[in-house]
């Protein structure tokens, strides 16, 4: 078999401990664009996997040459590595898939119809998620829905990395290379007509997955900064909320004191007040860091990844 000189479409999948799940994702990917006659190439990412995935995607690549493997140095996480595959994909439309097979490939069809609409981001629609617990669930719908009131942008709800993007995007995207990376926020904030497909998101194929609680709430965090100043402006708010409260209770004292009240007598009110106060300063001073260790991820310049080796490029 030998390799597409230009694919019309790149499939970018991050790879991470996924050797049970490798062979299938390829399999599934394969048979539905070559059933419907699409040219094709994928990119699969291994980010500094410790299993047998980077000798699973090398002997794919050795099968296929239309399989094409990134290797980091190291792990970078789920959000560089979408960003290496689309610096590396080739094609005209690039689509970005989660190797778990959570996100059916047949479903790339479907986000190829309307790209051939004129459409220059289809993104998926999580209709149903199967598999997952209420928790997860509860907790998946409360971050979009928080994220889409408190950003400038509006990004759809209930939809995840799973998307086509076409070239110019793509190539947009290239140019913005933050550290702390929101990809589903990313790419709606480059513009361009966009659309969506619903689909039922389907149980993990095999394997654990690699987004625990702490991982989750990173991922949120990293959202919420990077297209929204809401946590700072609420650190104001409640700093001019406290305040207010605070001249309320003086002129309280002063009137109870006066009136020859005993209410005020004692310390047990004064340590709330200061202890209330004390919180209030540490969380503002929390969000202001949370801003400020951002800034300094981008001041220091560092790239986004390093690559031990690129297989199957020409370049």
Same mark, same amino acid.
């Given at each position: 078999? #030998?390799?597409?000189?230009?694919?019309?479409?790149?499939?970018?999948? %991050?790879?991470?401990?996924?050797?049970?799940?490798?062979?299938?994702?390829?399999?599934?990917?394969?048979?539905?664009?070559?059933?419907?006659?699409?040219?094709?190439?994928?990119?699969?990412?291994?980010?500094?996997?410790?299993?047998?995935? %980077?000798?699973?995607?090398?002997?794919?690549?050795?099968?296929? %040459?239309?399989?094409?493997?990134?290797?980091?140095?190291?792990?970078?996480?789920?959000?560089?590595?979408?960003?290496?595959?689309?610096d590396?994909?080739?094609?005209?439309?690039?689509?970005?898939?989660? +190797?778990?097979?959570?996100?059916?490939?047949?479903?790339?069809?479907?986000?190829?119809?309307?790209?051939?609409?004129?459409?220059?981001?289809?993104?998926?629609?999580?209709?149903?998620?199967?598999?997952?617990?209420?928790?997860?669930? *509860?907790?998946?719908?409360?971050?979009?829905?928080?994220?889409?009131?408190?950003?400038?942008?509006?990004?759809?709800?209930?939809?995840?990395d799973?998307?086509?993007?076409?070239?110019?995007v793509?190539?947009?995207?290239?140019?913005?290379?933050?550290?702390?990376? *929101?990809?589903?926020?990313?790419?709606?904030?480059?513009?361009?007509?966009? #659309?969506?497909?619903?689909?039922?998101?389907?149980?993990?194929?095999?394997?654990?997955?690699?987004?625990?609680?702490?991982?989750?709430?990173?991922?949120a965090?990293?959202?919420?900064?990077?297209?929204?100043?809401?946590?700072?402006?609420?650190?104001?708010?409640?700093?001019?909320? +406290?305040?207010?409260?605070?001249?309320?209770?003086?002129?309280?004292?002063?009137?109870?004191?006066?009136?020859?009240?005993?209410? *005020?007598?004692g310390?047990?009110?004064?340590?709330?007040?200061?202890?209330?106060?004390?919180?209030?300063?540490?969380?503002?001073?929390?969000?202001?860091?949370?801003?400020?260790?951002?800034?300094?991820?981008?001041?220091?310049?560092? %790239?986004?990844?390093i690559?031990?080796?690129?297989?199957? *490029?020409?370049?």
């Open positions: 078999m #030998t390799a597409e000189a230009h694919p019309v479409v790149s499939i970018v999948a %991050p790879v991470f401990n996924e050797e049970a799940i490798l062979e299938e994702l390829y399999r599934r990917l394969s048979a539905a664009l070559d059933g419907a006659g699409e040219s094709w190439e994928l990119v699969l990412v291994n980010d500094g996997s410790r299993d047998r995935s %980077p000798q699973i995607m090398a002997e794919l690549h050795g099968r296929d %040459p239309r399989v094409k493997v990134v290797d980091f140095a190291r792990n970078f996480g789920h959000q560089v590595a979408i960003t290496a595959g689309a590396y994909a080739r094609g005209d439309a690039v689509v970005i898939i989660d +190797a778990d097979l959570q996100d059916p490939p047949e479903v790339i069809l479907d986000l190829l119809a309307r790209w051939r609409e004129g459409y220059e981001v289809v993104y998926a629609v999580r209709a149903e998620r199967k598999g997952e617990t209420w928790f997860k669930e *509860f907790t998946a719908r409360l971050f979009y829905r928080i994220i889409y009131r408190i950003t400038e942008i509006d990004i759809p709800m209930d939809t995840g799973f998307r086509l993007m076409d070239r110019r793509v190539e947009a995207l290239k140019g913005i290379r933050e550290k702390h990376r *929101f990809m589903r926020g990313l790419s709606v904030w480059v513009g361009f007509r966009q #659309t969506g497909v619903k689909y039922v998101r389907a149980e993990r194929y095999a394997g654990e997955t690699k987004y625990p609680l702490k991982k989750m709430l990173k991922f965090l990293d959202g919420i900064t990077s297209f929204s100043y809401l946590p700072l402006q609420l650190a104001t708010y409640v700093g001019f909320i +406290a305040a207010g409260l605070s001249i309320l209770g003086i002129i309280a004292a002063i009137i109870l004191r006066l009136s020859g009240s005993q209410a *005020f007598y310390q047990a009110s004064t340590l709330v007040s200061v202890l209330f106060l004390g919180g209030v300063q540490l969380i503002s001073l929390g969000i202001i860091g949370e801003y400020l260790g951002r800034i300094y991820d981008e001041v220091k310049g560092r %790239p986004l990844y690559v031990r080796e690129a297989v199957g *490029f020409e370049e």
